[in-house]
C-alpha cells in the first residue's frame, strides 16, 4: 500500500528538517571544541616553550659566566703545568741519555734494542723455539736482536742469518 500522502509525508520531511538541525549544531560543536582544544594545547606547549627558553638563556649565561672562569684558572693552571712539564722533560732526558747510553755500552755484539724481562710471553716463546731449532729465523733473529744469545754463539748464528738473508735476495 502507499503511504498515505497527508500525515506521513509532512512527519517525515520535519523530521528530516529537524534531524539536520539537531545533527549540524552537535558536529559544529564538537568541531569547534576540538579546535579550542587544539588551540588551548598549542598555546600551552607554547608558553611551556618560552618559559623553558627564558630558563634555558638564563642557565646558558650562568653558564658561560662559570665556563669563563673556568677557562681562566684553567689557563693559568696549564702554564703552571707546562713548565712543570719541561722541567721534568728536561731532567727525564738527562736521566735517559744517560741510561741510554750505558745500555748502548752493555749491549752484546749485533743486539740492536734493549732485553726484555725474563717473564715477557715473546721473550720466552722465541727463546724456547731457538732452543728446540737453533736454525729457526725468525727465533734466532729475535735472539739476536734482543740480546738473548750466548757470546760464544753470536758470530756463528750471524753468520747463519747472514747467508739466509743473502739467499732471500
Do not use: W
Request: hydrophobic share 15%.
Amino acid at each position: 500500500m502507499p503511504p498515505k500522502k497527508g500525515k506521513g509525508k509532512k512527519q517525515h520531511d520535519s523530521d528530516d528538517e529537524e534531524s539536520e538541525e539537531s545533527y549540524e549544531p552537535k558536529a559544529s560543536k564538537k568541531i569547534q571544541k576540538q579546535a579550542q582544544k587544539k588551540q588551548n594545547s598549542s598555546a600551552k606547549k607554547q608558553l611551556d616553550q618560552e618559559s623553558e627558553d627564558d630558563s634555558d638563556s638564563q642557565n646558558e649565561q650562568v653558564e658561560k659566566k662559570g665556563q669563563k672562569k673556568k677557562a681562566q684558572s684553567q689557563n693559568q693552571n696549564k702554564s703552571r703545568n707546562n713548565a712543570k712539564k719541561k722541567q721534568q722533560k728536561e731532567d727525564d732526558e738527562d736521566e735517559n741519555s744517560e741510561s741510554v747510553e750505558n745500555d748502548k755500552e752493555n749491549f752484546k755484539l749485533y743486539q740492536k734494542k734493549e732485553t726484555p724481562p725474563e717473564d715477557d710471553p715473546c721473550r720466552i716463546y722465541y727463546e724456547s723455539l731457538y732452543r728446540e731449532k737453533p736454525d729457526s729465523i725468525l727465533a734466532l733473529k729475535y735472539c739476536l736482536d734482543y740480546g738473548l744469545i750466548e757470546e760464544t754463539n753470536i758470530q756463528k748464528a750471524h753468520k747463519f742469518y747472514e747467508k739466509y738473508k743473502s739467499k732471500q735476495k
